[in-house]
């Protein structure tokens, strides 16, 4: 089974359209990974300012205070999307609203998937040891910046559909433009090869890779032409210089054949003239 097709002009259009298409894939990608690392940098941002609060309250009013402020804000919920945990030095959890996840020692970012109602949640979020030896888990869930990616890639994918299709319209007017192209230089060979020795192809003054194929195919039968033409004047040279002693021939045979009386030897002489 045949994969490409075996006509010039399809696989021109199939490299097109190919082309197209993975252009436009490429640049998606490579959008949608800005996009994300930019969303990702800025959830760090609020994180990082969050934290920063929370670290100074801690050393200006002491764990108990943190703890306390902490247990508020995951019970108020005044933002849905902030995550805290607070884990004692045995890495019992003191207070929290996400279970903390295994995480290389030492690490200082990390992120996560939370497992809840409404799917799986994105967290990003920063760890931070205290000196008392607890550890501070402040992040954000991503439920906006996926969404908004979601959103994107969902839109990039309607627009792949537009491009697929855009890509096919320029690919088939491109092996249209070439087959046309290539179909008058067909068709003057053709008519050439009948005996129209005159006719050329016609140029458009592009200059192109087909205008200077046009131009070459011409003086070709430029040269052609003028090859035959030698060949002709060789030949009536030639007829003319037999001419004369075939004349001269042909009047002796007749001669002869009027003087001659034997009748085979006058047949012969008929089918000499003859």
């Known amino acids: 089974m045949r994969l490409m097709p075996r006509s010039t ?26 996009v994300s690392a930019m969303l990702i940098q800025d959830a760090r941002e609020l994180v990082k300012v969050d934290a920063a ?8 009013d002491g764990g108990a205070a943190l703890l306390a402020e902490l247990r ?29 996840p295994n995480h290389r020692r030492g690490a200082h970012w990390i992120e996560f998937t939370e497992h809840s109602g409404d799917g799986d949640l994105r967290v990003v979020a920063q760890l931070l040891r205290l000196p008392d030896g607890t550890t501070l888990l402040t992040g954000t869930r991503t439920r906006s910046q996926d969404r908004f990616l979601g959103l994107m890639l969902r839109t990039a ?4 559909l537009v491009a697929a299709s855009l890509g096919a319209l320029i690919g088939w007017m491109t092996s249209r433009w070439v087959s046309r192209r290539l179909r008058h230089l067909d068709n003057t060979a053709e008519r050439v090869g009948g005996g129209e020795l005159d006719l050329r192809a016609r140029l458009d003054g592009s200059d192109d890779a087909f205008d200077r194929l046009a131009r070459r195919f011409n003086a070709m039968l430029d040269r052609i032409e003028e090859l035959l033409g030698g060949v002709r004047h060789a030949t009536d040279h030639i007829a003319h210089d037999l001419r004369t002693p075939l004349t001269r021939l042909r009047n002796r045979l007749e001669e002869a054949r009027q003087r001659e009386q034997d009748a085979d030897a006058a047949a012969r002489l008929d089918a000499a003239i003859g």
């Open 157 to 160: 994918l309607a627009a792949l």
């Open 9 to 34: 002009s399809a696989r021109l259009a199939l490299a097109v359209t190919a082309s197209f298409l993975f252009a436009f894939v490429l640049l998606g990608i490579g959008v949608h990974y800005a």
């Open 72 to 100: 508020d804000r995951i019970a108020s919920d005044d933002d849905p999307d902030a995550v805290y945990a607070l884990t004692a030095p045995d890495g019992r959890v003191v207070a929290g609203n996400t279970p903390v």
């Open 53 to 60: 609060g929370l670290v100074e309250m801690y050393q200006d």
